[in-house]
């Protein structure tokens, strides 16, 4: 069975339906620590922070591998430092021992380019950059890095990484992330109405459509061992934007969309991060290639936002 934590989230509720499309609705166990309003026969209540519930529940129902997406996000987490710090960390700490003790066989973690900061060339940052995360959200994401590195090589756990971009989807909503402008602002934009940006216009910053980075996740996972050179996280990124090159895209869907921008504190974590990101290690070890730029994503984004909200659809 597959486990996932942080089902409800950004990227649980799009990954679950791809996982139990592949591998049977019954053998995908659906967990978060509080309930979604969508009815879900696979679903149990699990807080991650839980070591012994987690356990309990990898061994009741046979776990072969786990997706442990719980965590607080970037501005979220800047909230209470210590609080995303200890929620994060000893949730990871959680699935690697219970997947090492147990019959877990492998395991996936998101990292995120929150782990960059800006001791490096924010144009370019390469595989092997260093490390100065500037948010508890991207301290943990480093720290779980280092402690996948070690469990594979101290116990060989086959645990597996990506630092995720900013993802940008339509199928759910995120919460507490930096990059989370880029999904508000098509939902404003479908329901004809004007859009307030917490980024400055030219705040560029890594993206990736939510379709590539389930993609990218369900390849990573099916490689074979032997090709993963990488075992803290792979670097991974779709494309990148600011919020005013969002705003024209659109613009060529709807034209009269209006943008101000009210830049926050979450403008100093964006311009901690790298503007764009080299990937060419998950390209050369498991074929990753990003199939989304922005006018596609935006095209796809714009339709199926458009459905949901039942206007009429203006673009087919
Ligand atoms: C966040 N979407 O903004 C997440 C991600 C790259 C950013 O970690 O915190």
């Known amino acids: 069975k597959i486990l996932v934590t942080g089902a409800n989230g950004q990227l649980g509720s799009v990954l679950i339906p791809h996982l139990r499309s592949l591998y049977g609705e019954e053998n995908v166990l659906a967990t978060d620590i509080r309930k979604s309003d969508q ?20 061994r009741r129902n046979r776990v072969t591998q786990v997706y442990h997406l719980a965590a607080i996000l970037s501005a979220k987490g800047e909230e209470n430092p210590l609080s995303t710090w200890s929620v994060n960390t000893s949730t990871f700490f959680n699935v690697l021992e219970a997947s090492r003790c147990a019959e877990v066989r492998k395991v996936f973690f998101p990292s995120s380019i929150a782990v960059f900061g800006t001791n490096i060339d924010r144009e370019l940052a390469g595989q092997q950059a260093p490390l ?17 590195h070690y469990y594979y090589n101290r116990y060989g756990l086959d645990i597996r990484s990506v630092r995720y971009p900013g993802i940008v989807g339509y199928q759910s909503m995120p919460g507490g992330g930096t990059t989370d402008y880029a999904v508000d602002i098509y939902h ?68 009269n969309f209006e943008i101000q921008y009210a830049p926050d504190f ?26 989304y730029d922005l006018a596609l994503m935006t ?8 459905a949901k909200y039942h206007r009429e659809p203006v673009h087919q």
């Open 39 to 58: 009815p879900d026969a696979h679903f149990e209540l699990l807080n991650a922070s839980d070591e012994r519930a987690l356990s309990a529940l990898i």
């Open 132 to 148: 100065l995360p500037s948010t508890a959200y991207g301290m943990s994401k480093a720290a779980s890095e280092n402690w996948s």
């Open 188 to 255: 404003k934009a479908v329901r004809g109405e004007a859009f307030s940006c917490f980024l400055e216009a030219g705040t560029t910053l890594p993206m990736i459509y939510m379709d590539d980075a389930i993609t990218a996740t369900l390849q990573l996972m099916e490689a074979p061992a032997a090709r993963l050179k990488v075992r803290t996280s792979y670097n991974l990124a779709g494309m990148s934007f600011s919020p005013a090159e969002i705003a024209t895209e659109i613009r060529k869907f709807i034209p």
């Open 266 to 291: 979450r403008q100093q974590i964006a311009e901690s991060w790298p503007k764009r990101i080299d990937d060419a290690e998950a390209r050369a070890d498991w074929g990753w290639k990003p199939h």
């Open 299 to 306: 095209r796809d984004m714009i339709q199926h936002l458009e």
